[in-house]
Structures are given as C-alpha cells and as structure tokens.
C-alpha cells in the first residue's frame, strides 16, 4: 500500500491544513499559557503578590497537574480518538483562561491556572502522534517545526495582545478575552480534523495490535539513554526558556522603565522574530543533517545551546533598549533550534502503539522541572537579591539561569552516543 493510500484521500490531501489547525490550537495553548507574564504587574499593583507569588503562579500552578496529568491523557489517546481529547483540553483550558479575569485573590487566580494546566495536559502529546501519523519521517522534523511555531506565535500574541487590552481595559479583560476566542476555536477544530491511521509511515514491522500500557512503555525507554539525556537537556534549557518568557515583561518595565504596552511591543516582537527563526532553523536542519546522520538531532541543539549562554548575558547586561532588542534575538532563536530535532528524535524513541505515551513522558520531565520550576526559582532569587541590587534584581537573577543552556548542551552532547542504538524507525 502507498503512503497516499493508506488513510483516506481526503485526509492526505487536507494535512497542511490539518497541521495549520493543529498550530492555531498550539498558539492558543502559548497565548494562554503566557498570558500571566505581560500581566504580572498590573496584577501585582493590584492583589499586593509578590515577585515569588508570582512565579508560583507562573509555574507550579500551572504545571503540577499539567505534568501529572500529560501521561495518564497521552495513555488514553494511544486507545481512543486524539482529535476529541485536544478538543475538550482546549474547551477545559480555555475556560479557566476565563475564570482567570474573575480572581480576586491568590488563592483564586492560583486555582484557575490549576485548571488551565488540568486542560492543557490533553494539548500536546496527541498532536505529536497525530502529526507523525500525517507526514512521513523526511517531513517529520520540519512538520514539528511547524506546530512548534506556536510556542513564539501564540508567546508573543499572548505578550503583545495581553498588553493591549490591559492597557485599555485591564488585565481582567484580557484573560477573558483570550480564554473565550479559545472555546470558540474548539468545535471548529473537532469538525475539521480527522483521525489517521496509527503508524501508517513506520517501516518496522508493526507486531503490536493495541497500545501498550505505561508499565511497558516505561520499561522500553528505560533501555534508551538518549530520550532522558534529551529529556533532561531539554529540561535545563527549559527552566530558563520558560522563566524569561514570564519574568522579561517585568524585567523590562523595572530596568527600562518601559510602560505596560511599551514591554507588550518590544518582547513581542522579539518572540515572534528570533523564536520563529529559531523553531523553524532546527526543524530544517533535523531533516536535512539527519538524513546524513542521526547523531544531528542532537548535535545541533547541542551547539546553538552553546552559543545562547553567552548571547543572553550580553543582552541582559545591556544598559540601552535598543542594543538590548537585537542581542535577545540572537539567544531567542538558538534557545529553540532544539525543538524541531528533538521531538522528531522523540518520535523514534518508542514504535508507534506505544508513541503518544513516549511523547508525554518527556513532556513530563521537560514541563515538570522546565515550566514547574522556571518562574518560580527566577522569582524567588529576583526577592534574595533586590536587597543588594533593586530594581535590576531580576536582570541578574535571569543572568544566572542564562547558564543553564551550558548543562544543556553537556546533555545533548552526551546523548549523540546513544542515539543512532537507540533509534526506532
């Protein structure tokens, strides 16, 4: 049987649009996510939180269940229909969007990003599957990159659109506004979206007829150093990937004293430019080096975390604005070359029964320690250290998790041993 033939014409010859639906959902998870970063401080001017508040509801709010919950999802989506477990998460998620612009209180605000964690664990694993079951392996890399364009898409439309209606409404309106554009998206996508026949691309023999249980799934990967050196090296990149995404907003409006849509412009900007060149710099060179070797999934991480360290700190050290623009480019783009390689790596990991459940356990390492602990480490050493440095504690807080990105390319180093052993195809 062709690869065109074996899912139904309609399904093949709709895949860009289905891949172009899958990045809207995938933006709205962003735009959702990081929403909370442009608002922090009208949100701190009025409910009193500090910075360490802050980054609890920044990251582990977000992130306990969003973690705890991404396996348990991803088990279901190996035996049942991908398209309507995205399609509830982004219905559950986007309505505790919602009920953020309701809170009155940390305890509130904190429980409704609870939720939105709660349904963004069904967002993402699924669509890994999904895409992988859409484009053959050659594609594969470059699809990802694709629906990974969401992260700096839907990061700085939740930047830039979060600024603009908090400046003219107030933060209030502005989580309402995104979490209700999020639901209306929901059964749009349900309609459009089909499901393809599982592993339809694999040239393995497939001996699996239904999907395997966590246990063995666990069990395979156990046997495969290179998914939790990519999974751990993702996850020290992370910490300081999600952090900057939360904190720069303030740190903006603190050391250069910008305005609410001021900061809303410039990191926007900054997200959308460097973060898309980077997302789609990795998928291009995952599919073109990989074909010449499999140790590129991880080598090219490997180098452009390399060179972020030392382009993060020139940027956060700079004491003009404008200087400052063009040097967070540079580590914004390479920040995220990883994406593309290493879920397309990922997708290798495991065969295809056992492939929505592989994708959530690195989602679980890379969230749990990346987004569960990014904002909140951030802002706590920004409160240690405002008694020496002041207004500028957040620049130098975020200059030291910069050096992150150095442990993470040891781990992307040390992965390209293990790779090529490790590969499924």
């Known amino acids: 049987m062709t690869e065109a033939a074996a899912i139904p014409k309609p399904v093949e010859a709709n895949r860009y649009a289905v891949l172009a639906l899958l990045f809207l959902v995938y933006t709205f998870n962003f735009l959702d996510r990081q929403i909370l970063g442009i608002l922090a401080v009208p949100i701190q001017e009025e409910l009193k939180f500090t910075d360490t508040e802050l980054g609890w509801l ?34 559950v998620w986007s309505g505790f969007t919602a009920l953020c612009g309701l809170a009155t209180s940390f305890l509130q605000l904190f429980l409704a ?89 694999d040239t393995a023999p497939q001996t699996a007829t239904k999907a395997a249980g966590f ?27 999600y952090g900057a995404l939360f904190w720069i ?5 603190r050391s250069y004293e910008f305005d609410l849509q001021q900061a809303a412009y410039f990191f926007s900007a900054i997200l959308m430019i460097g973060g898309c060149a980077g997302v789609w710099l990795g998928g291009v060179l995952a599919d073109w080096l990989g074909q010449r070797s499999r140790r590129a999934y991880t080598l090219a991480p490997a180098a452009a975390f390399i060179l972020t360290a030392p ?19 540079a580590p914004t783009a390479l920040s995220l070359v990883w994406i593309g390689p290493v879920l397309a790596a990922m997708q290798h990991m495991a065969p295809a029964h056992m492939r929505t459940t592989a994708s959530a356990a690195f989602l679980f390492i890379n969230n749990l ?28 807080s975020i200059l030291a998790g910069s050096s992150l990105y150095v442990l993470a390319a040891l781990l992307m180093l040390i992965a390209s041993r293990f790779i090529v052993r490790d590969w499924v195809d």
């Open 113 to 201: 990003r609870v939720g939105v964690g709660v349904g963004e664990a069904g967002g993402v694993a699924p669509a890994y599957s999904l895409i992988s079951d859409y484009f053959p392996p050659k594609e594969r890399a470059r699809a990802l990159a694709a629906y990974s364009l969401g992260i700096p898409v839907g990061s700085a439309a939740g930047v830039a659109l979060g600024g603009i209606v908090a400046s003219l409404v107030d933060w209030r309106a502005a989580f309402i506004t995104v979490g209700l554009l999020g639901v209306g998206l929901a059964p749009i996508f349900r309609a459009f979206v089909r499901e393809p026949r599982r592993g339809r691309f």
């Open 58 to 91: 920044g990251g582990p709010a977000f992130a306990i269940f969003y973690t705890a919950l991404g396996v348990p999802i991803a088990w279901l989506a190996d035996r049942w229909s991908r398209t309507w477990i995205m399609t509830i998460a982004l219905t």
């Open 369 to 396: 320690i990346g987004i569960g602990l990014g904002s909140l480490v951030i802002g706590a050493l920004s409160d240690a250290l405002a008694a020496q440095y002041g207004a500028d504690s957040l620049r130098y």
């Open 215 to 241: 246990l063995e799934v666990l069990a395979t990967l156990a046997k495969k150093p290179s998914f939790w050196l990519l999974s751990f090296g993702a996850a020290s990149s992370s910490i300081m990937g």
């Open 311 to 329: 382009c993060y700190a020139l940027g956060i050290l700079s004491p003009s604005p404008s200087v400052a623009f063009f040097l967070f480019m």
């Open 249 to 253: 907003p303030s740190f903006l409006r």
